[in-house]
């Protein structure tokens, strides 16, 4: 396990785009209930005034739920805080297979009700709050609003998803057209769900938001695809039954990319302009007003 980290830190570093500068960065420590602190890293966008309450983006970052870290998103959440001129939470969620299902899940959503709650505190406006992430993160994304949605109560007004996985167990045509020489493989996928899930949940909503008895209710979101991903289809369908159930979701598939891309700047422009039409997606529903 510590070689797929460090194997995926060095991918990140290696690729990402130079990192900007932002007004600030500050660690957050977050109490869970049982005493334990979850860290969370605050950007504040540069062009922000210091006195400012700023909408926020509660971002949880890409790696199978079992690699990745705040360090290794820390470029894409500068480049995200800038370009939407709103704060962004990353979160170091815990990671599998120390930590399976649902424990990601759990501090997924204790962050949310963290940032809600301490929102003046840190300069935050709590009526505005997104939820973002990459693959699992995108997951984690999906999860909390759902679980939010149960709840009652304050809602994050908006998801940003990239390349979510939105269910564990799929048939669909892309996990077998992608299944090999498009980055993530089937062997990949295999590993990741195995060590996140060894007690084989996967029916779990928590974990296959699919799975959810219903869609309804989200947030407005932004889904980026990406083509040559085995979850290309599991992502296309996620977005037509949101919309189907009443949803709003702006569904864009990139052409030519494949699962990752958005970390890989170097690599992929792309990569830019995925990150540009994510800002411009932010802009409109946290700061613009009706």
Avoid at 53 to 59: A, G, T
Avoid at 71 to 90: F, G, I, K, W
């Amino acid at each position: 396990m510590a070689q797929a980290r460090r194997s995926f830190e060095k991918l990140q570093f290696a690729f990402r785009a130079d990192a900007p500068a932002v007004a600030s960065t500050v660690e957050v420590p977050i109490r869970r209930p049982d005493g334990s602190v979850l860290l969370a890293r605050l950007y504040r966008p540069r062009s922000s005034p210091p006195a400012e309450r700023l909408p926020v983006l509660v971002y949880f970052h890409g790696g199978g739920w079992c690699v990745g870290d705040v360090p290794s998103y820390d470029v894409l959440c500068r480049e995200l805080a800038n370009a939407a001129a709103c704060a962004v939470l990353s979160v170091d969620y815990r990671l599998a297979p120390e930590h399976p299902f649902p424990a990601a899940v759990d501090d997924a959503r204790l962050a949310f009700d963290w940032v809600a709650g301490h929102a003046e505190t840190l300069g935050l406006d709590a009526a505005r709050i997104a939820l973002g992430g990459d693959s699992a993160g995108g997951n984690l994304a999906i999860v909390t609003a759902l679980a939010r949605r149960e709840a009652g109560g304050l809602q994050p007004r908006f998801l940003l998803l990239i390349y979510p996985s939105t269910e564990i167990v799929s048939a669909r045509a892309s996990r077998a057209r992608y299944a090999e020489g498009f980055f993530l493989d089937r062997e990949s996928l295999r590993w990741f769900f195995e060590r996140y899930l060894p007690q084989g949940n996967s029916e779990d909503w928590r974990a296959s938001p699919m799975r959810a008895s219903s869609l309804a209710g989200l947030p407005p979101m932004l889904l980026i695809g990406a083509e040559f991903d085995p979850l290309i289809d599991d992502c296309a369908a996620f977005a037509a039954r949101v919309n189907a159930e009443g949803g709003a979701v702006d569904f864009v598939e990139t052409a030519g990319m494949v699962h990752g891309f958005i970390t890989l700047g170097k690599l992929f422009p792309e990569a830019g302009e995925a990150l540009q039409r994510a800002a411009a997606a932010l802009r409109r529903h946290l700061l613009e007003t009706d």
